[in-house]
């Protein structure tokens, strides 16, 4: 059965301990391959690489860097296929999915980078015949790089890209639950010619390999994204050692539909923004707000639209919904539709376990589950699920949805839905939320600021903002 190696200072290697995790297919049950269990020495060995390489990756021109990134980025969109499945294979979502949104979100992650970098500027403050000011933006040095399982190559270059591109090198860890993409990225970096010790993947848990990175002291800055309990792990860690830390993580997002909102979009996009991806996006609305007056019908029409959604083997490509990532995940995501059932909710569909026979019997999928009935401030409202589980509530005026939409600890995202523009504007600024869409859902430019507030995190990514996250800015100030 395949083993994944770590990429530390451009070769591939095994881990010191020489052991290894297992690795689990979600649509079959079963172990298909093997993940390096790394400790703090592996990680020991990949800073060093890193800090090796430092100084030829951060003075190289930026022209060259960003050719490099470009070259890796062409190289998977050459493999897409590939790719593509592996990941689903990895994770469980559709095949299709990860062949249309996963993989090319990740070549673009790097390209977008790579050619970011060529267009920064800096200031300059004049004191008028006195002295002038200027920023310089150097890169922070070794930047350590942790990402989640659920948009697995998607969320590991939307780190990895801005920090290489700043001029950064970096010690990057997958998830140990989704490894298979950054493994696959790691055997292109050669072809790519990217110089061996810029980028190095140690894969393993988070609790040992993921925290050998945060509290290395030669490891600058941190870039996580994760669980909210897991970012308040990594900040106690790394802020008393004064580490850059950009921590992107969980949410409990509002979904808020006025009645004058054009209704069939509003169903048919409220359908994709709670089960796509089987729900496992930090951005997927799981809080449904439905004005009174539209309610009853807004409901039928969705839990229709919802039933109709085939869930199945991931490598059909006729299921709309694959497997849950792991059996743990799934008995989480149960866990909580039984907390809605004593919490006097009801179920309107879904609810369940599926097992869709043949070599899935052992798979791990659940039914798209809408449950009605509950007030808005019960650990089912509260609670991030991130599974194919939503709640809809009505609600009667601007003000009372609001203080549901804010009740919660998390504020990454909202999808508002109404034609009355100027209210479109009161709510979003009123919502806290750090990304809020209006009259659609997971319209991403990536030049804008992407990020939480309150529990869903602290900074931004997105744009130039994850550039300068990988730079300390330094004021020359020139005195005439
Ligand atoms: P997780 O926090 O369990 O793990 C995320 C990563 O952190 C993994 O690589 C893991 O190995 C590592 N890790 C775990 N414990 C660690 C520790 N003590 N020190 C260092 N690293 C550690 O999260 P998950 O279950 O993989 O992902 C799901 C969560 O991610 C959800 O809460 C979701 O909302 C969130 N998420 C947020 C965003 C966002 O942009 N805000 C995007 C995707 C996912």
């Avoid at 019908?297 to 085939?310: Q, R």
């Avoid at 869930?311 to 490509?317: A, E, F, K, T």
């Avoid at 999808?415 to 991403?444: E, F």
Wanted: charged fraction near 20%; include cysteine; glycine fraction near 8%.
């Amino acid at each position: 059965m395949q083993k994944i190696q770590n990429l530390i200072n451009g070769e591939l290697v095994a881990p010191q301990s020489g052991e290894y995790l297992e690795n689990f297919n979600p649509a079959t049950g079963e172990v298909y391959s093997f993940i390096p269990d790394s400790d703090e020495r592996d990680v020991a060995n990949a800073v060093k690489a890193a800090k090796d390489a430092f100084p030829l990756w951060s003075n190289m021109q930026k022209e060259k860097r960003s050719a490099i990134l470009i070259r890796l980025s062409e190289l998977i969109q050459k493999n897409l296929d590939k790719f593509a499945l592996a990941e689903s294979i990895d994770n469980g979502k559709p095949v299709w999915l990860a062949k249309s949104v996963d993989i090319p979100r990740a070549v673009s992650n790097l390209h977008f980078y790579a050619t970011a970098s060529l267009h920064t500027h800096t200031e300059t403050h004049a004191m008028e015949a006195t002295a002038l000011n200027y920023t310089l933006n150097t890169p922070v040095g070794v930047a350590g790089c942790i990402s989640p399982w659920n948009l697995p190559l998607y969320l590991f270059t939307w780190k990895i890209a801005p920090a290489l591109a700043a001029g950064c090198t970096v010690v990057a860890k997958p998830s140990e639950i989704t490894p298979m993409t950054a493994y696959l990225l790691s055997e292109l970096c050669e072809e790519a010619g990217v110089p061996k010790g810029v980028l190095n993947i140690v894969h393993g848990l988070g609790t040992k390999t993921g925290m050998a990175i945060v509290s290395h002291p030669d490891v600058a800055a941190i870039s996580f994204t994760g669980g909210t309990k897991t970012g308040e792990v990594i900040a106690r860690t790394a802020a008393p050692m004064f580490k850059k830390l950009s921590l992107e993580l969980g949410g409990k997002n509002p979904n808020i539909i006025f009645g004058d909102a054009d209704f069939e979009k509003a169903v048919h996009t409220s359908v994709r923004s709670s089960f796509s991806n089987q729900g496992e996006i930090c951005l997927c609305g799981s809080r449904i707000f439905i004005e009174r007056s539209i309610y009853e019908k807004f409901k039928t029409a969705f839990v229709d639209e919802v039933k109709k959604l085939k869930v199945g083997d991931p490598l059909n490509d006729d299921s709309w919904i694959g497997a849950i990532v792991s059996k743990q995940h799934k008995e989480k995501i149960l866990s909580y539709i039984k907390l809605a059932r004593e919490e006097g909710g009801t179920i309107l569909c879904g609810g369940e376990e599926i097992n869709p026979g043949g070599k899935n019997a052992k798979g791990y999928f659940i039914s798209p589950t809408v449950i009605e009935g509950l007030s808005f401030d019960c650990r089912t409202n509260q609670e991030e699920i991130f599974g194919p589980v939503v709640s809809i509530m009505p609600f009667d005026t601007e003000e009372e949805v609001l203080s549901y939409a804010n009740s919660t600890q998390y504020g990454l995202a909202a999808t508002l839905w109404t034609q009355n523009l100027s209210r479109a504007h009161r709510m979003s600024a009123k919502i806290q939320c750090g990304i809020i869409w209006v009259n659609c859902w997971l319209l991403r430019d990536l030049r804008t600021p992407f990020g939480g507030m309150k529990g869903s995190g602290v900074g931004r990514e997105g744009g130039f903002e994850a550039l300068k996250f990988f730079m300390e800015e330094k004021n020359v100030c020139i005195k005439f």
